[in-house]
């Protein structure tokens, strides 16, 4: 399903970008929540989200049990998301 981002500042030079986003996947679902949970602790200061945390642990069980069944195609680009999410995770501590 397609998500589409705009900014509200007129003055603002980024245009509007078009996400795909793997909604079937509860992998990919915790990853996003934890991105979510990582950007908020930071904007506020914090160095640790327990939300975060527990969304982390929680995508990373679901990651182990989809590769058990990886011969679904949306399986996978369910998994892609959650691994490409959790690696911008870890990125933006850096």
Known sequence: MPIDEFNVD???PLIPTRHLVQTGSPAAFHAILASGAVHLAMIRGSEESPAAA????EAIKL???GLKDSSNPSTIAGLIQAVT???AIEVSFC
């Open 54 to 57: 527990y969304h982390i642990a």
């Open 10 to 12: 007129e003055k603002s």
């Open 63 to 65: 990651l182990r049990i």
């Open 85 to 87: 999410e959790l690696i």
